[in-house]
């Protein structure tokens, strides 16, 4: 049996990392124990490039930034995720293509096809069984960071017109195994609705894997 490979996107202020330590959770208690990554980071050469990526005296330019986020994702893909796959694993990974699509091809703009390409190469063609993303419209997500004393880092402190066109590239994903959740509904409501469709997945995966 191949594990599954479950990615959770979307803008700051969405509640991912609330949403993934109760996916994590649910998993554990369904005898499914994750794998947790968030991205970018994970192994030593990703935490290098997510340092020099978030650094705000570096000042990368946009080009660069596509480099350092896909060098990360490279070395986590090969390193952590594909091995925990192949090792029957349930993988939960706190962002992965879908956000270079949205902060990198929709925010800054730079072109989408070849950004896709560098990624493929990034990561070998390995897509997400399931892509959970959390909408919420922008205002909403940065007035939460504000609540929570976050300080902002380098991206979010990016102008309203980059984050409003991020969080529509979020918004318009479709595609196969992706599942748009509503980040204003109370934090039990996303997880409920996030678990049904893990619960569905892990279904399958299960049912085949009688099958072979
Ligand atoms: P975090 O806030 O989820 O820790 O993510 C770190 C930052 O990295 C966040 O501002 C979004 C940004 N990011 C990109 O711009 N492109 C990417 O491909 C990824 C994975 C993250």
């Known amino acids: 049996m191949t594990g599954l490979f479950i990615t959770l996107e979307g803008p700051e202020g969405a509640g991912k990392s609330t949403l993934a330590r109760g996916l994590a959770r649910r998993l554990a208690a369904a005898g499914h124990p994750p794998v947790e990554v968030r991205e970018p980071g994970g ?3 990703a935490e290098a490039a997510r ?10 330019s946009p080009r660069a930034e596509v480099f350092l986020l896909l060098a990360a994702r490279a ?6 995720i594909r091995p925990a796959l192949a090792a029957g694993r349930v993988v939960l990974c706190d962002r992965y293509e879908l956000s270079t699509e949205a902060y990198q091809v929709a925010g800054r703009g730079l072109d989408g096809a070849a950004v896709r390409g560098a990624n493929r190469l990034a990561t070998g063609g390995l897509v997400p069984d399931l ?14 960071q504000e609540a929570a004393g976050k300080v902002p880092d380098r991206l979010e402190r990016a102008d309203a017109d980059f984050h409003a066109r991020v969080a529509a590239a979020f918004r318009a994903a479709a595609g196969p195994g992706v599942v748009h959740l509503d980040g204003t509904a109370a934090p039990p409501e996303v997880e409920a609705a996030a678990w049904e469709a893990v619960a569905a997945r892990l279904g399958k995966q299960t049912a085949s894997a009688r099958v072979e």
């Open 75 to 80: 070395d986590l893909v090969s390193k952590v």
């Open 43 to 45: 192994t030593p050469v």
């Open 131 to 144: 892509t959970l993303i959390v909408d919420v419209p922008v205002g909403v997500g940065q007035a939460r």
């Open 51 to 60: 340092a020099a990526f978030l650094d705000a005296a570096l000042d990368a």
